[in-house]
């Protein structure tokens, strides 16, 4: 596998289950991103995690729990979501967090569905 | 707080015509730009970028360049194809309190052509 794989590419669940999205980059990158892409919005940048620590956190609701157990995987942990979550869910990788105009490489992304 | 504005789709044209899709961006900093590409079932794949104003980024057959002055950064093609099909995203990174990287993404335009 080359680039960054997301399994599953298509989930749904009900809003008492508990899943996780999963996130593989195979780039060697040191910085990794969860993005959430709605119709007609533009995407919002979830987490970020450099160098396995969180750095960026933009007030996403605790029914989204990230986790970042080395440098080249990362999971979305969901539970108790509402149908308004409902969405792509795109992964991403760089290198160099902290670097000026760098490229991110992205997933595939995880269409999720609330019911 | 940073933004892009980018103009509305859908976007249709014919095979062989000239294509332009507006982007301007609000930024506190000293942004580089990004455009990004999003074919059907795929994640978001990197078109082409500039770093710093009067540089031209180009690929595939496109170009943007970085007008500083009016904080442009417009995508341009001289004969789009039917291969070219998808939807595109303006994006600005800018280098935040920390020196954090983060993208900051337009709405997306759709771009269908027509044999």
């Known amino acids: 596998e080359t680039g960054v794989t997301q399994t599953p590419r298509h989930l749904v669940m009900g809003m008492t289950n508990k899943k996780s999205l999963k996130c593989e980059q195979h780039l060697g990158h040191n910085a990794m991103y969860w993005y959430k892409q709605s119709a007609k919005k533009p995407l919002e940048l979830m987490f970020v995690y450099s160098l396995e620590e969180r750095v960026e956190n933009n007030s996403v609701p605790s029914r989204f729990s990230p986790e970042c157990p080395n440098s080249s995987h990362l999971f979305l942990h969901l539970h108790t979501l509402q149908p308004e979550d409902s969405a792509l869910y795109l992964c991403?990788?760089?290198?160099?967090?902290?670097?000026?105009?760098?490229?991110?490489?992205f997933g595939p992304g995880t269409r999720l569905l609330v019911l | 707080g940073d933004s892009v504005t980018q103009m509305e789709g859908p976007v249709t044209l014919s095979e062989e015509a000239f294509l332009t899709i507006n982007c301007t961006y609000t930024?506190?900093?000293?942004?580089?730009l990004f455009w990004y590409v999003q074919y059907p079932g795929e994640g978001l794949q990197l078109l082409l970028k500039?770093?710093?104003?009067?540089d031209k980024g180009s690929n595939k057959g496109f170009e943007a360049t970085y007008r500083k002055e009016t904080t442009s950064f417009h995508l341009e093609k001289g004969s789009v194809q039917v291969s070219d099909s998808a939807v595109y995203f303006c994006?600005?990174?800018?280098?935040?309190?920390?020196?954090?990287?983060?993208?900051?993404f337009g709405t997306g335009t759709r771009l269908t052509i027509i044999p």
């Open positions: 500039a770093t710093k104003a009067d």
């Open positions: 994006a600005l990174s800018d280098t935040g309190d920390f020196g954090n990287e983060k993208l900051t």
């Open positions: 991403a990788s760089s290198q160099n967090y902290r670097s000026r105009g760098k490229t991110q490489y």
């Open positions: 930024a506190t900093g000293y942004p580089s």
